[in-house]
């Protein structure tokens, strides 16, 4: 029992926690994003199910470092990785993420 505890520590070790604080994107005159709050704690699942062209790929693109929220802050297991007040953009090559399109395949053609 103790050897499974531990290895269920292990993982979730690994598992980002994520938190949006009052994000923001536009694109031109149009706002894909406005001031999306959000948490997902280590081990949760979460869905982002609405209508197309509601700012769910966004929101994604931006956790990941894809896309330059206008204003807020995204943390990753509690580091800053944006934040429009401090002026904080970490690139995404050097996020704890793995991003994975469902318009691409995702193993060899």
Known sequence: MGRQKNRKREMTDHVARIELRDVTKRFGQVTAVNHFSLRI????????????GCG??????????????????????????????EGIFVPPAKRVLAWCSSRTPCGPI
């Open 41 to 52: 704690d280590t081990g949760e699942f979460l869905t982002l199910l609405g209508p197309s």
């Open 56 to 85: 769910k790929t966004t929101v994604l693109r931006m956790i990941a470092g894809l896309e330059v929220p206008d204003q807020g802050e995204i943390r990753i297991n509690g580091e800053k990785v944006f934040s429009s007040a």
